[in-house]
Nanobody, 121 residues
Framework: QVQLVESGGGSVQPGGSLRLSCAAS????????MGWYRQTPGKERELVAT???????NYADSVKGRFTISRDNAKNTLYLQMNGLKPEDSAVYYC???????????????WGQGTQVTVSS
């Protein structure tokens, strides 16, 4: 059973930085798309950034220039470097693996449990 576990969240002051990680367990051969999403109370989960197997990235307008998504294919690990954090970035951040081939077959929309990011003075 493939599982994703996020880590690296915490509380920081505005302008601070955090680096989130998403580690996968299980046997994974490839992942077509990896992404980060976030959700705040009363709002729908929203896309933050994605990265394809070829390295193409896509960012929400609200985080462009501040966040950087990357992946380590050898470790099947996803990262999100967050700089210049703002209070509006506060949310639970979730990682997602899409179009993944594993020892158990093809998987899509595999979610982690989430990690809390709080930005406040």
């Amino acid at each position: 059973q493939v599982q994703l576990v996020e880590s690296g969240g915490g509380s920081v002051q505005p302008g601070g930085s955090l680096r989130l990680s998403c580690a996968a367990s299980g046997t994974i051969f490839s992942v077509g798309v990896m992404g980060w999403y976030r959700q705040t109370p009363g709002k729908e989960r929203e896309l933050v950034a994605t990265i394809s197997s070829g390295g193409s990235t896509n960012y929400a307008d609200s985080v462009k220039g501040r966040f950087t998504i990357s992946r380590d294919n050898a470790k099947n690990t996803l990262y999100l470097q967050m700089n210049g954090l703002k209070p509006e970035d506060s949310a639970v951040y979730y990682c997602n693996f899409g179009a993944a081939t594993t020892a158990e077959g093809w998987w899509d929309h595999v979610w982690g449990q989430g990690t809390q990011v709080t930005v406040s003075s």
